[in-house]
């Protein structure tokens, strides 16, 4: 009580050591995350002034939404406005995030929205490059990187081994390479629904 109290404290400082002293506090109780209150000044500390206060409030979320996948998609809007955030800490954090999500559930199911996200912020020549390396580099590992499926390892085969079937021809089993290329493109075609245009793709299709 007295830490989300001092998230709301007239000093940013202190609002920032707050939230990182609750992330402590929830190493020990994951459970307090699921909390209306705690959600609430949370969700308040991804709007504040100080960009090292939401930051820290990104980070925080950041931190469980891999383990809890309600959590993630509960936080999953608010995660979208940060990556249109005036702080490049804040918009790195919040891709490194979805990028974590991604890569380690490709089944998210805001996976979509996430995408078209980060497309936006690689597409704009204005953004930081560090905020557009971040964004290449987990499309690269997501969708192109052949030696991760070659060797089983990419995160894509969670999906794709559970049909090995192909549709066209049941009878025939697919490889891996052909598992892992289905997926990809079944992403992408996600990705360009929701955009409304191939316009993103295309872009980082060139940079890579």
Same mark, same amino acid.
């Given at each position: ?11 940013a ?10 992330? $402590? ?9 699921? $909390?209306?209150?705690?959600?609430? =000044?949370? &969700?308040?500390?991804?709007? +504040? ?6 930051e ?15 959590? #993630? ?11 249109? +955030?005036?702080?490049? &800490?804040?918009?790195?954090? #919040? ?18 929205? #996430?995408?078209?996200?980060?497309? $936006?912020? #690689?597409? +704009?020549?204005? *953004?930081?490059?560090g ?5 290449? *580099? ?11 499926? =070659? ?14 079937? +192909?549709?066209?021809?049941? &009878? ?14 079944? $992403?992408?075609? *996600? ?7 191939e316009?993103?793709?295309? &872009? ?5």
């Amino acid at each position: 009580g007295v830490l989300l109290r001092l998230m709301a404290d007239n000093m940013a400082s202190l609002r920032k050591l707050s939230l990182k002293a609750f992330l $402590q506090v929830v190493n020990a109780d994951p459970v307090l995350m699921k $909390q209306p209150s705690v959600r609430r =000044e949370v &969700s308040r500390c991804f709007h +504040d002034d100080a960009i090292s206060v939401r930051e820290a409030a990104v980070s925080l979320v950041g931190d469980y939404a891999l383990q809890s996948p309600n959590l #993630a998609a509960a936080f999953h809007s608010p995660l979208l406005e940060r990556m249109l +955030d005036k702080g490049i &800490s804040v918009r790195k954090r #919040a891709v490194r995030i979805f990028k974590d999500i991604l890569l380690s559930n490709p089944s998210y199911g805001g996976r979509a929205t #996430a995408m078209h996200a980060m497309l $936006q912020r #690689a597409d +704009d020549r204005k *953004e930081d490059d560090g905020v557009r390396d971040l964004v290449h *580099e987990t499309f690269h590992t997501l969708w192109f990187n052949g030696k991760a499926f =070659e060797m089983g390892k990419s995160s894509l085969l969670l999906v794709a081994d559970t049909e090995p079937v +192909d549709p066209n021809n049941p &009878s025939k089993v697919m490889t891996k390479a052909q598992l892992y290329s289905r997926e990809a493109a079944r $992403q992408m075609i *996600e990705v360009v629904k929701v955009s409304g245009s191939e316009t993103f793709l295309t &872009s980082l299709v060139k940079g890579l």
